[in-house]
């Protein structure tokens, strides 16, 4: 170890309590011919390993590890993660005190390294009663930009995109579901490194940049959800990017059995995409090679292998708002013609006596209340310039996500029977206007309700429901 990781050493023995100590990290370098070195925040071990040749590992191949014992080291560490694999690198955060920061990145030199990580050690109680957290770590090189005019081409955001950051590698545009001449009104931008898609992001984040008289809209987008090699090989489900709304399913069908009569065993079609399933794997990828770029009904159509989801924790995730507005992988509002992909965030979780449902609910969002004090300045503002995570209820998001799809707010119609102890009950039948003409004209639970407040509630989550989850995992496949 060089001067300077004897220093961070060092500060880190005088908070060990002698848990770490210098000798133990020398003992850990000397037993694994590993470097180490410490240096902006983090110590970093390996990278690369003794006698590697050859670039780093790729894409993949890192997983972050959370709720790290702020006194636990890599003499400790190290060894647990090798159970897994050959590490690359280790890579602890520290303070400025020499206590670890609760976190670190393990890049293994294969992706199925990694992915044993996870599957082994997620959850590992490393301790008495401490558990780590271990998931897939991946340098984000996409930013997602929202706001942008509708009638830009792509060559257009590319051009316009290079002038203003650096290092732009492609930009993805989807088409308008009712107008293919136009963009969404959003695009994502790749960037060459992570390095430069964050300093693009941190000069175009301040809410203030404008591209073409538009203050434009950026974060990060979501990577692409990880499906191993192993699984992919089983896919036989194609999924079809870019259909007129109008094109209905069986005429799908009827183009994607030309190649193979017969092929097919079914279709499902949601707005202007759809999954078409096969009856064999090698049916499904050979459609793909000939059906990719083909026009159905005058649009030129993008086939792709759809990936396979795990439906428990996809519903568990959207339910507690982990997956957020900047997906390209989850096209949950494909119908959706604003400038985010997805503008729903947490779905409301209505109580157990009305959802017949006696599983814990997702945490509640923070409901409380501040002083108002005379002179504080009020600014009026319109409830669709807020972000859904301010709305608590499943009334508000539905009509909250109507307005963000441009759509006519939603129809209630309220019809009531009588139980046969006498209570009167009530239930909402449910009209979207813009989809009416469509597959489903109304939406109507099959619950009853003794109040009106909980009939209405039960009707819009029921909505959104159905609005949403068949987009989020139709099939148990991503719209990817």
């Known amino acids: 170890m060089n001067e300077e990781n004897i220093d961070g050493t060092n500060g880190c023995s005088k908070v060990r309590n002698g848990t770490q100590n210098e000798a133990a990290l020398l003992a850990l370098m000397e037993k694994t011919g590993y470097n180490m070195v410490q240096e902006n925040g983090q110590r970093k ?38 159970r897994a694999g050959k590490i690359y690198e280790f890579r602890l955060m520290m303070e400025f005190s020499g206590e670890n920061r609760g976190y670190a990145f393990v890049m293994y030199t294969t992706k199925e390294e990694a992915q044993l990580a996870i599957r082994i050690l997620n959850n590992y109680e490393i ?14 090189c996409r930013l997602f930009i929202g706001a942008i005019p509708k009638e830009k081409k792509k060559e257009e955001i590319l051009d316009e995109m290079k002038k203003v950051t650096e290092g732009v590698v492609d930009v993805i545009v989807y088409p308008s579901a009712t107008d293919k001449t136009k963009n969404r009104g959003f695009a994502f931008v790749e960037y060459e490194s992570h390095r430069a898609a964050a300093m693009a992001r941190r000069k175009l984040i301040p809410g203030t940049f404008q591209l073409w008289g538009h203050t434009i809209q950026v974060d990060w987008a979501d990577p692409e959800k990880e499906v191993d090699e192993e699984t992919m090989q089983r896919v036989k489900v194609l999924y079809v990017r870019n259909l007129m709304i109008s094109t209905t399913e069986e005429t799908i069908k009827a183009e994607f059995n030309k190649f193979k009569p017969g092929a097919v065993e079914r279709v499902k079609k949601l707005r202007d995409y759809a999954f078409v399933h096969f009856f064999n794997r090698e049916d499904a990828v050979a ?47 494909a119908n959706k013609e604003e400038s985010h992909p997805k503008t729903l965030g947490k779905l409301p979780t209505l109580p157990a006596r009305l959802n017949g449902q006696h599983s814990p609910s997702p945490p509640e969002v923070e409901r409380c209340t501040y002083p108002f004090y005379p002179g504080t300045k009020l600014t009026p503002i319109s409830m669709y310039s807020l972000k859904s995570n301010h ?57 009853l309700c003794t109040t009106l407040e909980d009939a209405k509630e039960l009707a819009a989550q029921f909505t959104l429901l159905h609005l949403v989850l068949p987009l989020l995992f139709f099939g148990g496949f991503f719209a990817l």
């Open 45 to 82: 071990f390996g990278g690369p390993p003794p006698g590697w040749e050859g670039p780093p590992p790729p894409r993949g191949c890192e997983v972050f590890v959370g709720k790290i014992p702020r006194d636990m080291y890599e003499d400790e560490l190290v060894p647990v993660f090798e």
């Open 127 to 140: 301790r008495p009663g401490k558990f780590i957290g271990v998931c897939v770590s991946l340098d984000n």
């Open 391 to 447: 709305f608590n209820s499943a009334v508000m998001h539905l009509d909250y996500y109507c307005n963000k799809n441009n759509w006519a707010p939603p129809e209630y119609y309220l019809y009531s029977t009588t139980s046969q102890d006498g209570k009167v009950l009530l239930v909402y039948k449910i009209v979207i206007p813009a989809i009416a003409n469509g597959s489903q004209s109304y939406f109507m639970p099959d619950k």
């Open 287 to 333: 459609a793909m090679s000939v059906m990719n770029g083909k026009c159905i009904d005058g649009a030129s159509i993008e086939v792709t292998l759809a990936k396979p989801v795990n439906k428990e924790n996809t519903w568990r995730q959207h339910l507690n708002g982990q997956i957020s507005p900047n997906s390209e992988n989850l096209i949950v509002f």
